[in-house]
């Protein structure tokens, strides 16, 4: 799987948008990218994933540039409760299994 | 919404004891996962279940470690004899197919002591 590069740590106020980026510069025409998110201990969880035209759900937007190196997770109105560790995973299309990085932990504040 | 459900939230354990860790997967889900994550470290993979087999494991998968379907709706982790280092959460996973997302449960904290 190719390698992906967050920022450590990110701060945002409640309510505007967070815009957290990834860094796949290695990535392959047979890779998807998958957004997960931990808040505190818990389990990881789903986010959203593209391949390579952008996505949007009821979480969260994908954009993922035209050349597929980096993308950007954006959280339209971030509340208190999206403080967790994001990560961004890069997974074959035919794989199973997600290799976590250390994510980026946002932080967001009143 | 379904969910991925574990059982127990937190198990203690003396070291060289066998321990079961328990899961329930999302009912119409066919691939299964185990993952772990050492406090303050990173998540990861121990192996992926479907079809009644092991589909791929890590190298942390080593003969000390066990996984079962043992009925439609369980999915075990059994751990022959646990050392300290083996204390961690455990987290297991479901996903519909194997290339679709996966979905988490809240996890079982071990503690070996």
């Known amino acids: 799987d190719a390698k992906t590069t967050q920022p450590p740590s990110m701060d945002c106020a409640e309510g505007r948008a967070a815009n957290l980026p990834c860094n796949h510069s290695?990535?392959?025409?047979?890779?998807?990218v998958y957004w997960y998110r931990q808040i505190h201990s818990q389990g990881p969880q789903y986010i959203i994933h593209g391949l390579k035209n952008n996505e949007t759900n009821e979480m969260a937007s994908l954009i993922i540039t035209e050349d597929r190196k980096s993308s950007t997770l954006i959280l339209p109105h971030a509340t208190l409760r999206d403080t967790a560790v994001y990560y961004c995973?890069?997974?074959?299309?035919?794989?199973?299994?997600?290799?976590f990085g250390t994510g980026t932990r946002l932080q967001v504040t009143l | 919404e379904p969910e991925v459900t574990q059982t127990p939230s937190h198990q203690v354990t003396q070291m060289g004891q066998e321990v079961i860790l328990r899961c329930v997967p999302i009912s119409n889900h066919l691939y299964f996962y185990w993952y772990r994550q050492i406090l303050g470290q990173k998540v990861e993979f121990l192996v992926s279940f479907y079809n009644n087999e092991i589909s791929e494991k890590s190298e942390i998968f080593d003969d000390q470690f066990s996984v079962e379907r043992p009925d439609g709706s369980n999915f075990t982790l059994k751990i022959r004899s646990t050392k300290l280092e083996d204390s961690a959460m455990y987290f297991c996973a479901s996903s519909r197919a194997g290339n679709t997302e996966a979905f988490f449960g809240q996890g079982t904290r071990l503690t070996v002591v």
């Open positions: 290695t990535i392959s025409g047979n890779e998807y």
């Open positions: 995973i890069v997974r074959v299309i035919t794989a199973s299994k997600l290799t």
